[in-house]
């Protein structure tokens, strides 16, 4: 009947439906229903059709639960870690905008900028082998027009670049304005103030060690550090570990640190505030050897052609004497042919003046003191080895040509040679130092210029030899008052024993005793005393008792 | 380095201070490219520079069937004329480390060192004398070896040894990653390994034998000997301390690699003194 099969198709119906509502019921552990799980392991059964499927079936309903499962899971975003390049290029970006207040339109073509063309200098440098690649001396470029844009400079050069072994410096020289340079005053006259109160404190100490009479330690004075602007201090030196980076100042260099300097041989770390662990101890951390490094370099090894330069006329009479710092260029120089240049050493003159083995440029006489300290000075006996007068240091005066510098193992410490020997009608001379491996020179008709690209050390010939470290100092002066006089000593303690022994004879006569306990006695006693010369003594005990 | 990439090559490497002039470059391009015909050589690297007082001399190394054994070695100094080194001996190698003054730049140059050296023999000191005579020519060429033995480097990977003993070069390198170029013990040491054999079973399981045959540069004496960089953020730069002038450049993820020398040629025998 019709009503019997509508109710029994509606309870399948029913039962029906109830069970695909029970199918897609969640599982409470996991979000996964078994509609839908069935639903996609028989679309994978229908895609894949594998062999013996029955037998894999299991196997293949896991994995669709598991392929189910990693969706869910990336709750984490990655995030690219950021790399230094990343970091770098960063930097770099801010050398290649503009500035604001720049305007394009408004070139200043009149006025002289201190910047120099690095990538003329590049030019030439590749010429001659020596280079940093292009890329980065245009880098370089444009991180020397950051540094002239901030710092009120006059004249401003690639210095060089020095390398290290945990990172290297780039090193640029400039030369400070008139009344320029102030911010770093205070730092250069707290130095000075160091200097002074040190010297007080030398003077003090040297009081006090007269009171306490002599002493070996000989406490040198301090060598004064030479003024901003001139001699080792003329230029200013900046140096950044990449550009792009900022600029730091180095300090001004101090006479000891370029003695010290030239005793030790250490590789730069790249860190500038890295101490310097030498012996003889360096005074200061890697900025300042690095600051003295730069200035021996610099002084070794900055070179122009001959007539480039000329001493500038003064006004009044020189004397002879004094050496004449004083250098300007020369309008009238034609400059000399390039053949000329590679051929002979005395075609290039040194422009920068010589380090005195004082440390200093000009010297400083230190005999000249204050009154007080040269009253001690002639009552202090260890004075007297040394001369009263020190002579005067004098080094090669200015513009001497570099063939009469000294030669190491016989060989010249420069070479020069053409950069090219097809074309020699555009070829640059170039000169290179044997003495610091890294210094190269170039000269092409009235163009030359410096540079150093290497590790800051000199070349040592046969070898590098620290220097030994100095005697051990003495605690305190040996004389005749404080050290024992055995002979007197020994008298003294017999004089004592033998009026001892006069006192037990006398009362040994009264007692009978054996020699063998008087022996014992003695024996006792001479081990009960102590002293130099107690093995004497008892020598001597006993030939008084052989001869008793 | 290659001869092929030479321009690119240059220019990661001038961190250094040298490179070569453009004239250079143009004639290495050519005469490498005749030498490898002319000798036969399967590679042809450009091996760097020696200084000398009065000419350089620019060396290059030939490459026959297998990367590390019959390398041939030449030199010239105009870049054009190449000529053929000598073999060594090993007596060569140990007498040149005596020698302490800068290449001449000719290569006839006789040199005469004489090294005094006391001997005790029980009770008499026996003052013995040393003379080394060597021409530059094989002082060149037992610098040239030396500085190969002692401070190539090349990736880890890069090169792979086959079961037969042959070395070559692995195509399937793809470079070090960003985090391995920064360790010195990615960095494997392109000649004959001398302390692999010393070590023990423990160390060296981790050890893959087709790339791991030769020597990590991290085990070098002393340490600190190398100076890891990234220059330019993202080259690895190995400097050697120990012989001043030895570049080795690397660019992470890219097969790109390679060393030069560029230097007087003389061993740093004061490296302690200097770290």
């Given amino acids: 009947m019709d009503t019997s099969e509508e109710v029994h198709y509606n309870e399948r119906d029913l039962a029906a439906k109830s069970f695909k509502a029970f199918l897609l019921k969640s599982s409470s552990k996991t979000n996964l229903n078994l509609y839908d799980h069935l639903a996609q392991l028989l679309t994978k059964v229908m895609d894949e059709s594998p062999e013996d499927v029955v037998e894999t079936f299991e196997d293949m309903s896991q994995e669709v639960k598991r392929a189910g499962l990693q969706n869910t899971q990336s ?15 960063e930097q770099q970006r801010a050398l290649f905008s503009r500035k604001a207040g720049e305007d394009p339109a408004h070139e200043e073509y009149l006025v002289k900028t201190p910047l120099p063309n690095v990538p003329e200098l590049a030019f030439y440098l590749e010429q001659a082998g020596v280079g940093l690649g292009e890329e980065e001396m245009h880098r370089v470029f444009l991180a020397l027009k950051e540094l002239v844009d901030t710092q009120p400079l006059q004249r401003c050069r690639f210095w060089g670049k020095i390398l290290g072994s945990e990172s290297n410096y780039f090193v640029a020289e400039g030369e400070f304005q008139e009344g320029g340079g102030e911010e770093d005053e205070t730092a250069e006259e707290e130095a000075r103030k160091s200097e002074h109160r040190v010297d007080d404190l030398e003077a003090v100490a040297e009081h006090t060690v007269n009171l306490l009479q002599k002493s070996a330690d000989k406490s040198m004075p301090v060598v004064p550090m030479e003024d901003k602007g001139t001699g080792a201090n003329k230029y200013t030196y900046f140096v950044c570990r990449e550009p792009g980076m900022p600029w730091v100042r180095l300090p001004s260099v101090t006479p000891a640190q370029i003695i010290a300097a030239r005793q030790i041989c250490k590789f730069f770390t790249g860190r500038l ?17 690095l600051r003295a490094q730069i200035a021996r370099i610099s002084a070794s090894t900055q070179v122009s052609p001959l007539g480039f330069y000329q001493f500038a ?21 034609e400059g000399i042919p390039v053949s000329e240049m590679a051929e002979s050493l005395s075609t290039w003159v040194h422009h920068v003046p010589h380090i ?40 090669p005066p200015l513009l001497t040509p570099v063939s009469e510098d000294a030669e190491i193992n016989k060989t010249p410490s420069w070479t020069a040679k053409m950069s090219s020997t097809l074309v020699s009608q555009f070829a640059i001379a170039v000169l290179r130092s044997n003495l610091w491996p890294g210094a190269y020179s170039f000269a092409f008709k009235k163009k030359f210029e410096n540079i150093y690209v290497g590790w800051g050390l000199k070349f040592t010939g046969e070898g590098y030899n620290p220097p030994a470290p100095p005697p051990t100092q003495q605690a305190y002066p040996s004389g005749p008052e404080i050290t024992e006089d055995l002979e007197v000593g020994l008298k003294e303690k017999q004089g004592v024993k033998s009026t001892l022994e006069e006192q037990r004879e006398e009362e040994e006569s009264e007692e009978a005793e054996g020699e063998e306990e008087e022996e014992k006695e003695e024996e006792g006693e001479e081990e009960e005393e102590e002293g130099a010369g107690e093995a004497e003594e008892e020598e001597r005990e006993e030939n008084e008792e052989d001869e008793d | 380095m290659d001869s092929d990439s030479l321009r690119y090559s240059l220019d990661l490497v001038s961190g250094c201070g040298l490179t070569l002039s453009c004239e250079q470059r143009a004639a290495l391009q050519t005469s ?15 091996w760097g520079k020696i200084l000398g007082l009065r000419s350089d001399y620019f060396i290059a190394h030939g490459i026959t069937e297998d990367e590390m054994r019959n390398r041939k070695t030449l030199y010239s100094f105009n870049c054009v004329d190449w000529h053929l080194l000598p073999p060594v001996t090993e007596a060569q190698l140990a007498e040149v480390s005596l020698l302490k003054e800068h290449f001449k730049g000719d290569p006839s140059y006789e040199y005469e060192h004489t090294e005094t050296r006391g001997l005790d023999e ?9 003379t080394v005579k060597m021409t530059e020519e094989t002082r060149l060429a037992a610098t040239v070896f030396n500085i190969d033995r002692e401070v190539s480097v090349v990736p880890r990977g890069a090169f792979i040894k086959t079961p037969s003993g042959r070395v070559q070069v692995n195509r399937c390198f793809e470079g070090l990653s960003e985090s391995e170029a920064r360790k010195l013990s990615s960095y ?8 692999l054999k010393k070590k023990t079973i423990l160390e060296t399981a981790d050890l893959n034998p087709s790339i791991d045959f030769l020597d990590n540069l991290s085990e070098d004496t002393p340490k600190g000997s190398w100076s890891l960089q990234f220059e330019r953020g993202s080259i690895s730069v190995l400097r050697s301390l120990l012989w001043l002038g030895l570049t080795f450049f690397h660019v992470p993820m890219t097969p790109q690699h390679g060393y030069i020398y560029m230097g007087d040629g003389m061993k740093n025998h004061y490296l302690p003194f200097m770290l």
């Fill in chain 1, 356 to 395: 005195l083995e004082q440390g200093r440029c000009v010297w400083v006489d230190l005999a000249e003191k204050p009154e007080e300290l040269v009253e001690e000075e002639e009552g202090d006996e260890d004075r007297e080895d040394e001369p009263d007068k020190p002579e005067a240091e004098v080094g």
């Fill in chain 2, 188 to 195: 494997l040491h392109f000649s004959e390994p001398q302390h």
């Fill in chain 1, 273 to 289: 505030d890295a101490p310097i662990a030498s012996s003889p101890p360096f005074p200061g951390n890697e900025a300042n050897y």
């Fill in chain 2, 32 to 46: 490498l490219l005749i030498l490898k015909r002319n000798y036969k050589f399967s590679r042809v690297l450009f």
């Fill in chain 1, 75 to 89: 709750t984490l975003r990655d995030t690219t870690p950021i790399s230094t390049a990343t970091v770098l290029a």
């Fill in chain 2, 122 to 130: 029980g009770d008499e000191a026996v003052v013995e004398e040393i």
């Fill in chain 1, 313 to 333: 006329e003064e006004e009044g009479e020189e004397d002879e004497e004094t050496p004449r710092y004083s250098l300007e260029e020369n309008p009238d120089f």
